[in-house]
């Protein structure tokens, strides 16, 4: 795998971490200022601030979640990538006795920046949202 594959796949990572860990300077570093981000039913937003302050009211009253991803898939042209990935992703209860489960798949336009990969553009396609 090229450096560049795998600086995405840290980068996709941090997005995981960012949410799960609820460490919001890091889930910042994930995307560019002006990143767009449709979620579809969840909701659409346009710059990091405005997508880091609903994930941070969104997860407050949360417990345990987990976001977990797979078949990363990266194609890299330049400066530019693209990248598939597969979230399958568990929000629960404050008291963990119930919550929310989505599967579905992240299609990223990324962009080399200054300071490394960065999502430009994302769109979540939900595949499957239940309660467990």
Not at 73 to 85: P, S
Not at 88 to 94: H, P, Y
């Given at each position: 795998m090229s450096d560049d594959r795998l600086d995405i796949t840290d980068?996709?990572?941090?997005?995981?971490?960012g949410i799960d860990r609820r460490d919001w300077p890091l889930f910042r570093t994930v995307f560019t200022p002006d990143c767009e981000l449709d979620y579809g039913e969840i909701g659409r937003w346009h710059g990091v601030?405005?997508?880091t302050d609903f994930m941070e009211r969104?997860?407050?009253?949360?417990?345990?979640?987990?976001h977990r991803l797979s078949n990363i898939?990266?194609?890299?042209?330049?400066?530019?990538?693209?990248?598939?990935?597969y979230v399958?992703?568990?929000?629960?209860?404050?008291d963990?006795?119930?919550?929310?489960?989505?599967?579905?798949?992240?299609?990223?336009?990324?962009?080399?920046?200054?300071?490394?990969w960065r999502v430009h553009r994302r769109r979540f396609t939900a595949v499957r949202m239940v309660a467990p």
């Open positions: 980068l996709l990572v941090r997005y995981a971490s601030d405005e997508v969104a997860h407050a009253a949360a417990g345990h979640t987990l898939a990266i194609a890299v042209d330049g400066d530019r990538a693209t990248a598939r990935t399958d992703s568990l929000v629960l209860t404050s963990g006795a119930s919550g929310v489960q989505a599967t579905g798949y992240y299609d990223d336009d990324l962009l080399r920046t200054e300071a490394g």
